[in-house]
């Protein structure tokens, strides 16, 4: 993952999910950011109903 997006501390659980989202139905390597930007949604925010549904589409994708 660019070691820009954990810094950026502005971005909140929507963008950080929506930009997860988007990546994790790529290919190669953006797929491979998309699943670490879903998995830094789920370590900021465990508990959050983003973070539910991040985990669902990690799994979806294979990150698991």
């Known amino acids: ?10 971005l909140e659980p929507e963008d950080l999910f929506y930009l997860g989202f ?3 139905e790529k290919e190669r390597e953006e797929k491979k950011f998309g ?3 879903l998995h830094l949604l789920v370590k900021r925010s ?10 669902s589409k ?7």
């Not at 465990?46 to 985990?55: E, N, T």
């Open 1 to 10: 993952m660019s070691e820009y997006v954990p810094k950026a501390k502005w």
């Open 22 to 24: 988007h990546f994790a």
């Open 35 to 37: 699943g670490e930007v």
């Open 46 to 55: 465990p508990q959050s109903k983003l973070a539910k549904d991040a985990k």
């Open 58 to 64: 990690l799994k979806r994708e294979g990150f698991d």
